[in-house]
């Protein structure tokens, strides 16, 4: 026994088909192009981080994490802590310490920052972010 499917209902059945198929596509298209959009979600990591003083010796960069993104802490001057992000204010490349110059440089563009995160030269808007420091005995508690 053979049916006959009229040309109307083929095509609505075609249709319908399609239209469930194409927002299947939409749908899956859409969500990574929700997640790019959506704000970051905070790292509840802790506030502060510990680093032990004789970690940090004079005139050397230590780099560790602070809320899920790089950060720096040196010993400019016996006894004296900084503390800075080491996301490059450009385009967010992670500097590196450049000991025999004293001073931070960014590998994407050149951009050089002092040992505090000032502006030296190139492209950098605004100077490296500033973290709090604690001196605790023998620990550093930077946040």
């Known amino acids: 026994m053979t049916t006959n499917v009229s040309p109307p209902q083929r095509r609505k059945f075609l249709f319908t088909m399609l239209g469930g198929l194409g927002a299947l596509i939409g749908a899956a298209s859409a969500w990574p192009v929700f997640r790019f959009l959506s704000p970051i979600a905070a790292d509840d990591s802790g ?3 510990i680093v032990a003083r004789g970690d940090v010796a004079g005139g ?3 780099f560790f994490q602070y809320q899920g993104k790089p950060a720096v802490v040196l010993q400019p001057a016996p006894g ?3 503390a800075l992000s080491a996301v490059c204010t450009h385009l967010g490349c992670v500097v590196a310490w450049q000991e025999q110059a004293n001073e931070f440089l960014c590998p994407c563009h050149g951009g050089r920052f002092s040992a505090v995160g000032q502006v030296l030269a190139g492209p950098p808007p605004a100077p490296l972010e500033t973290l709090v420091v604690e001196l605790d ?3 550093l508690k930077i946040g």
């Open 60 to 62: 050397k960069a230590h």
């Open 137 to 139: 005995g023998d620990q």
């Open 80 to 82: 004296e802590f900084v």
């Open 47 to 49: 506030d502060k981080v």
